[in-house]
């Protein structure tokens, strides 16, 4: 498989951050609100920044030691 289980844990987590960060702009029901301005951008940006590092994420070989 192209992707480990820790992959698919950070891309969880991901999807969980990006759910809590909409879900908080809903129950906050404000357009200007202090959490959908300043908040809310950098979790969503962060989170599926975040879920592209777990995509192309590679776990290291028990083997390989060229890398110190």
């Known amino acids: 498989m192209p992707l480990g289980s820790r992959n698919y844990l950070y891309i969880a987590l991901g999807a969980a951050v990006i759910a809590a960060s909409y879900g908080t702009m809903y129950l906050e029901r404000d357009i200007d609100g202090f959490f959908s301005l300043t908040i809310a951008p950098f ?26």
Do not use: M
């Open 43 to 68: 979790t969503l940006t962060a989170a599926y920044l975040w879920i592209v590092f777990a995509i192309f994420r590679r776990p290291k070989k028990q083997g390989d030691k060229s890398r110190s």
